[in-house]
């Protein structure tokens, strides 16, 4: 055998670099051995995931959580936060401790007037899956006041909008069926606009898609595709300015706008979801009313729904919903969401047809299951179930209401006179006289068969007719 220090040992070992803290780089028999850094090591076993686990408590603070391990910039655990374990993640630098979610991060944004820029007080339900960006300005956004900046942070929410609601609506629902839950990120965008042609430059816009933007940073952040599931437009009794027919391309043109804008961001078109205008308590008509009627059934290539008429909420002296309505409206915003994913269709009753027979008059609607009227008559609209007649030669009165015995999506209604007039008109829940009551002005008592329960523990949730002012015709109404 070769002896210590023979040209044979010299030429399998030795060392190639060598620096003043010792070797670099050597070699031996079986390769090269590389001397690294502990930082080195250390980054290689994170990679690798053989480092050593961090205690929780130090990381996490005094939560109930275990198996913690760090994913690139995320720590992921498990915990015991609310009533049972799950998965969650918190970013490594720090911030909100948010889900451990499967699916898209969903957005549910909106934009309008000031009457959407309310709240309820406390967080939604799945205060971990329903988020805002981190930006520290929260659901409810700017109100037009400043400038909001897109971030890829997500952050939880102290208080509930209706985008909140909806929402957490949803994830009660796939809760309820043991269905995944994925993460939302919510924002509400208003502005004071005058004028809906001018809604699309305002700063509320502008902030709105910022929104947006957050949605498909923050998504990138978590590896997940980013996704807008609805988009709320409420925005109308705020117009001043526009008739009915400027709102209708005033809101056509604003759809138009958001899905270029959201092409362009990677975004698919969302679904548009609006409640069909019923005015205030004080303000009985408004052009958005047919404006909103006109676009309930012609609303061209845009995915636009109306998921219930305003009548059915109460509201305050400003228009603005109470607690228990905002959750309503967000119920009925996400039974239509719901219907459109599946690919199925949301339609409240909409009157397209009224024809004067002598003193009977027969309106036909739209509907996706048989009329009724209502016998409780929850809203107090009055023996004439809320219809009324206007412009005739002569004043008239509706007597009864009733479903057509040869139709049940068409109404028979009879007056005490033959209702003639080169203007006349059938109007339902428009044009009304204040009751004095937490509800617009304008209501009805018709609806369709479809219900559901609330959790605000209140009535049943329904599918009530739209309003609606239509010209009467002369016609067979028997």
């Given at each position: ?11 399998t ?11 670099v ?40 959580a ?10 992921r ?7 049972t374990?799950r998965g ?9 401790i ?16 000031a ?13 971990h ?8 300005i929260?659901a409810?956004?700017?109100?037009g ?9 997500l ?5 509930a ?25 919510t ?11 001018a ?11 910022s ?10 952040s ?9 988009v ?7 117009d ?10 005033g ?19 969302p679904i ?17 009313i047919?404006?909103?009627?006109e ?13 219930a008429?305003?009548y ?36 409240c ?10 003193p009977?008059?027969?309106v036909?609607a ?9 016998p ?27 479903v ?6 068409a109404?028979?209604l ?11 008109e ?12 937490d509800?617009?002005?304008?209501r ?6 479809w ?7 209140g ?5 009530w ?13 028997s």
């Open positions: 055998m070769p002896g210590k220090g023979s040209s044979d040992d010299a030429d070992r030795g060392v190639l670099i060598r620096a003043d803290n010792g070797d780089i050597a070699f031996d028999e079986t390769g090269l051995i590389l001397k690294l850094s502990d930082r080195v090591v250390d980054e290689l076993r994170t990679r690798l995931g053989t480092a050593p686990a961090a205690d929780p408590l130090d990381v996490l603070g005094d939560i109930d275990w198996d913690l391990r760090q994913e690139g910039d995320w720590y655990f498990t915990a015991r936060i609310d009533d374990p969650y993640q918190r970013r490594v630098e720090g911030g909100d948010i889900a451990a979610a499967a699916g898209p991060l969903y957005g549910v944004l909106s934009l309008g007037g009457r959407r820029a309310g709240f309820n007080t406390g967080g939604p339900d799945f205060r899956n329903v988020l805002a960006p981190g930006d520290h929260g409810v956004g700017l109100e006041t400043d400038d909001a900046k897109p971030t890829d942070r952050q939880a929410i102290p208080h909008t209706r985008d909140t609601l909806i929402a957490d609506t949803l994830l009660g629902w796939r809760h309820t069926a043991r269905q995944a839950l994925p993460l939302f990120l924002r509400t965008e208003t502005d004071g606009t005058a004028d809906v042609a809604l699309g430059d305002g700063r509320g816009y502008a902030n709105f898609l929104a947006a933007d957050s949605l498909v940073a923050a998504a990138a978590l590896g997940k595709r980013p996704r807008v599931l609805a709320g437009l409420d925005y109308g009794l705020e001043v300015v526009s008739d009915s027919a400027a709102l209708v391309r809101l056509r043109a604003l759809m138009a706008r958001v899905e270029r804008d959201f092409n362009q961001r990677g975004l698919h078109r548009f979801v609006a409640t069909f205008e019923s005015g205030t308590i004080e303000i009985d008509s408004h052009p958005v047919a404006a909103h009627w676009l309930a059934w012609q609303h061209g290539a845009h995915d636009l729904v109306f998921s008429p305003a059915m909420f109460d509201i305050g002296r400003f228009g603005r919903p109470t607690d228990p309505a905002r959750i309503r409206m967000a119920e009925m915003d996400a039974h239509a969401i719901a219907a459109r994913l599946n690919r199925e269709d949301w339609l009753p909409l009157f397209l047809l009224a024809e004067y027979d002598g009977r008059i027969r036909t739209r509907a996706l299951d048989d009329l009724v009227i209502d409780a008559d929850p809203f107090g609209a009055g023996p004439a179930c809320g219809f009324s007649l206007a412009g005739t030669d002569a004043p008239v009165t509706i007597t009864t209401v009733e057509a015995a040869d139709d049940p999506r109404l028979i009879t007056c005490d006179r033959t209702p003639t007039g080169a203007a006349a059938l109007r339902y829940a428009f044009g009304a006289v204040a009751r004095g009551d509800r617009p002005a304008n009805g008592a018709v609806r369709d068969g219900s559901a329960a609330s959790r605000t523990g009535a049943a949730l329904h599918r007719a739209y309003p609606c002012a239509l010209p009467l015709h002369p016609g067979a109404a």
